[in-house]
């Protein structure tokens, strides 16, 4: 069946630090995946995504790339601040007319000023 | 414009008994789907409903069921709680004809915390 890996955390970077946070994937055919954030309190927000092989989804100076060769959707962004602080989540969603995101464990990311 | 709004967003409850959990989609969404959060650990599909019917089922028992409304509200009941079944329930909304668009995107409510003691 479909799963998410996620690298581990808890991860704390200072501020203007490089981020990356690893995500690898296993699925049927060629799924659509998925960077959702989690700021505390708050529900689930995309992030940002990618429907196909070398897709490169970016949203707020974050940025993921589809790698269908290595199965993989690592999250990165060239300088973090304070307010990045939150959980986030790598997904999937298989396209066999699946409704269902599948999600990683999630990864807490801690900014320090 | 309102987001996805859930009710209530703490609940305590004792093992054995029965629970509801409601959801109002953001405006002009008609497709509701419900997750499942335990600490820790990333959501997990427990169904989705589309006109009233539910469209897909995740790997829960039947103890969780659902309901659409009319208005595309939405609820989720758990029956005979278990201490397990102590998490973040999550509901999530979206447009159907936007699926799988370029612009679909799903909005989640920032969720119901239930604890079962």
Same mark, same amino acid.
């Given at each position: 069946?479909?799963?998410?890996?996620?690298? #581990?955390?808890?991860?704390? /970077?200072? +501020? +203007?630090?490089?981020? %990356?946070?690893?995500? %690898?994937?296993?699925?049927?055919?060629?799924?659509?995946?998925?960077?959702?954030?989690?700021?505390?309190?708050?529900?689930?927000?995309? /992030?940002?995504?990618?429907?196909?092989? &070398?897709?490169?989804?970016?949203?707020?100076?974050? +940025?993921? %790339?589809?790698?269908? #060769?290595?199965?993989?959707?690592? /999250? #990165?962004?060239?300088?973090?601040?304070?307010? &990045?602080?939150?959980?986030?989540?790598?997904?999937?969603?298989?396209?066999?007319?699946? +409704?269902?995101?599948?999600?990683? %464990?999630?990864?807490?990311?801690?900014?320090?000023? | 414009?309102? !987001?996805?709004?859930?009710? *209530?967003?703490?609940?305590?409850?004792?093992?054995?008994?029965?629970?509801?959990?409601?959801?109002? *989609?953001?405006? !002009?969404?008609?497709?509701?789907?419900?997750?499942?959060?335990?600490?820790?650990?990333?959501?997990?599909?427990?169904?989705?409903?589309?006109?009233?019917?539910?469209?897909?089922?995740?790997?829960? *028992?039947?103890?969780?069921?659902?309901?659409?409304? *009319?208005?595309?509200?939405?609820?989720?009941?758990?029956?005979?709680?278990?201490? !397990?079944?102590?998490?973040?329930? $999550?509901?999530?909304?979206? $447009?159907?004809?936007?699926?799988?668009?370029?612009?679909?995107? =799903?909005?989640?409510?920032? !969720?119901?915390? =239930?604890?079962?003691?």
């Amino acid at each position: 069946g479909d799963s998410v890996t996620q690298m #581990e955390g808890p991860v704390t /970077l200072s +501020e +203007e630090a490089f981020l %990356t946070i690893n995500c %690898t994937y296993t699925a049927t055919g060629y799924p659509s995946l998925f960077w959702y954030v989690q700021y505390p309190g708050e529900g689930l927000q995309l /992030l940002l995504k990618a429907t196909k092989a &070398d897709d490169k989804g970016s949203n707020k100076g974050f +940025e993921a %790339t589809y790698r269908k #060769e290595t199965t993989s959707f690592h /999250l #990165e962004k060239g300088s973090v601040q304070v307010s &990045d602080s939150a959980v986030y989540f790598c997904a999937l969603r298989s396209n066999f007319g699946n +409704e269902k995101l599948t999600f990683g %464990t999630g990864t807490r990311l801690t900014i320090i000023p | 414009d309102a !987001g996805v709004t859930q009710s *209530p967003t703490h609940l305590i409850k004792t093992r054995g008994q029965q629970v509801t959990l409601r959801c109002s *989609p953001k405006s !002009g969404h008609d497709t509701v789907s419900w997750y499942q959060q335990a600490l820790g650990q990333g959501p997990q599909f427990i169904f989705q409903y589309y006109e009233e019917e539910e469209r897909q089922r995740g790997n829960f *028992p039947d103890r969780f069921s659902g309901h659409q409304f *009319p208005n595309y509200s939405s609820e989720l009941n758990v029956n005979a709680l278990l201490l !397990g079944d102590s998490a973040l329930y $999550l509901c999530a909304s979206n $447009l159907a004809r936007e699926r799988s668009a370029t612009n679909e995107k =799903l909005f989640f409510g920032s !969720g119901t915390q =239930l604890s079962v003691l």
